[in-house]
């Protein structure tokens, strides 16, 4: 914020939106498996500049991929032949661009383009971001010893009673933290917690995505390409869901990172973190039998993995037509709350920033 106002920031200890690294214990490398690379726009660069992280140009978002089928484990060789709209270059990339979004083909436009739209098409284009040393924690490390230095960060904190009162009334909350009850008294209220679904209710339709994150040892899986979940008979090849989207090749020799995703669902929590991990190993087991000359007969085992869930929400194209949009964005100002989040903007943290630097702070600021 550039007026520099004073600021509180209630947090979980050590956890920070979908930014997971992983720490390997006997050299001490870092492996980003969640937020991977980012735009290249000024307010990233600005924000890494503030606390002296390096950042450089992405490798490569797309290393180069080979496609199997993972329910048969057998290789797609001939990609489907799909015609319309001319797009059928670009879905296979929006699909693997942001795992988490569900059956793309199935979403509607307006959701499908909040994920990839004109930013996201320049910077496939012009190049990403990513940290020099792959640990996009660190940012978040850093953030958290300014803020308490200030006496500006409570952890592992939960409000317990809220009044938001209107115009110059401001907020009152009472929030209870380990060190016991604190009293908050503000002018406005961030709320950049995942949206509950409670003021969703209204709407007839809502869908959830969960999204997974792992990285595993001894896969016999190869160490210079990807593998991507590609289906033989199905159009632009897109993978029935649940599902494991990729398997790629970590910084680290002998480490394959990869993502799983569900398909949309009401549920939040639509597969237990067991049923993923035992997913994601009879996968790997597949592909190794039934590809002995090319992947070795090893038995996987996870070093790390992350649940992403609830990862993202969407709303019914009916929802959107009756105005789901407007009324979400209403809700910016009333009693003197301001909402983020990916509801607001998209599942993408560059432009969540842009978002609440550009639209968010100027309207927090101009209230009364």
Not at 297 to 302: G, V
Request: charge should be neutral; proline fraction near 7%; aromatic fraction near 10%.
């Amino acid at each position: 914020m550039k007026a520099n106002p004073s600021l509180l920031l209630k947090n979980k200890t050590g956890q920070v939106g979908h930014t997971e690294t992983y720490i390997d214990p006997a050299t001490g490398t870092t492996i980003d498996m969640g937020v991977l690379i980012w735009h290249n726009i000024t307010v990233v660069k600005d924000y890494f500049k503030r606390f002296d992280i390096p950042i450089t140009n992405s490798a490569g978002f797309f290393q180069p991929a080979l496609n199997y089928d993972f329910r048969t484990g057998k290789e797609v060789t001939t990609p489907s032949e799909a015609e319309k709209y001319g797009l059928q270059a670009a879905v296979p990339t929006m699909f693997n661009y942001n795992p988490g979004v569900g059956n793309i083909l199935a979403n509607p436009t307006l959701e499908q383009f909040r994920y990839c739209g004109l930013n996201t098409v320049r910077s496939l284009s012009a190049g990403f971001l990513t940290t020099a040393r792959q640990n996009s924690s660190e940012l978040y490390s850093r953030a958290e010893i300014e803020l308490s230095s200030s006496s500006s960060l409570l952890l592992d904190s939960k409000v317990a009673y809220a009044d938001r009162g209107e115009g110059g009334a401001g907020i009152k909350l009472v929030v209870h933290t380990p060190q016991g009850y604190k009293l908050i008294l503000a002018k406005k209220l961030l709320i950049a917690i995942t949206t509950k679904l409670d003021f969703l209710a209204p709407m007839d339709k809502r869908d959830i995505l969960t999204r997974y994150v792992g990285i595993l040892k001894n896969t016999g899986l190869p160490e210079d390409a990807s593998i991507s979940n590609a289906a033989q008979d199905s159009e632009y090849n897109l993978p029935p869901l649940p599902g494991v989207y990729s398997f790629a090749p970590s910084r680290l020799p002998g480490l394959q990172m990869v993502t799983y995703t569900t398909p949309q669902s009401p549920k939040s929590f639509p597969l237990s973190n067991a049923m993923v991990k035992a997913d994601i190993i009879r996968t790997v087991k597949r592909l190794q039998k039934q590809n002995p000359d090319k992947f070795g007969q090893t038995d996987p085992e996870f070093v790390d993995f992350r649940s992403h869930a609830p990862y993202t929400l969407q709303v019914s194209a009916e929802d959107i037509k009756v105005g789901f949009y407007e009324k979400l964005y209403a809700l910016q100002g009333p009693r003197n709350t301001y909402w983020t989040g990916a509801a607001f903007r998209g599942e993408d943290s560059s432009l969540l920033w842009k978002y609440v630097e550009e639209i968010v702070v100027p309207q927090m600021l101009a209230g009364p």
